[in-house]
């Protein structure tokens, strides 16, 4: 992986990690209902999740890559369709959704554990990461070095945005306003269908 490699999937991963999700209203409504400490609790949550994710993605892809030889570009082909379709779909949704403050006092462990869970029930995220690594990561020649570089990338990336999305939540009390919301969709769909895009053909190339 070159530090290009890793820039590229630094702001992809950042944009991404912005779109208004699950995660996102997890966080924030942490922030807004129990304050900051709470809300930055399940963002490292959300990260740690995410970071499991990562580690079964590479994992697996690298053995899929190893046990599928010259034919793995099949693979590739099946993560990039998916992700334009990803793309498409969140293109079209287009549509922010406003927090709900939970209820009630909670500790920073339960708060850590309300953004692991939140991300560990989302099965669609191995599925995603299977899909959208392979245009940063060079399967065939997978390192330690790579694996850290990915790791870093997702924990400043994600935990940088959903910090922010705490801070902001803890000191504004909303989320984010419609407009910013439908922005940041038409954006992370840009940037999936170009990930997208790139994986097919470099599977087109290889195969």
């Known amino acids: 992986m070159t530090f290009g490699n890793w820039l590229a999937l630094f702001g992809a991963m950042a944009v991404l990690a912005a779109v208004p999700s699950v995660s996102v209203l997890t966080v924030a409504a942490r922030s807004v209902s129990d304050g900051f400490a709470h809300g930055a609790a399940a963002a490292m949550g959300v990260v740690v999740g995410d970071v499991l994710f990562i580690l079964l993605a590479l994992f697996g892809l690298a053995l899929l890559a190893e046990a599928m030889g010259d034919l793995f570009f099949l693979v590739k082909y099946l993560g990039g369709a998916y992700l334009v379709w990803l793309g498409t779909v969140l293109w079209k949704r287009g549509r922010s959704t406003q927090a709900r403050p939970a209820d009630g006092a909670a500790t920073l462990k339960s708060s850590f554990m309300t953004g692991l869970l939140v991300t560990l029930g989302d099965q669609k995220a191995v599925v995603f990461y299977l899909g959208f690594l392979p245009a ?72």
């Open 136 to 207: 940063f990561v060079e399967l065939g020649t997978l390192s330690h070095p790579d694996i850290g570089a990915v790791l870093a990338s997702a924990v400043l990336a994600v935990g940088g945005v959903k910090l922010g999305y705490a801070y902001a939540a803890d000191k504004a009390g909303i989320l984010i306003g419609a407009k910013l919301g439908s922005t940041l969709n038409g954006l992370a769909a840009c940037v999936l269908v170009a990930v997208g895009v790139f994986i097919l053909a470099q599977a087109w190339q290889h195969g």
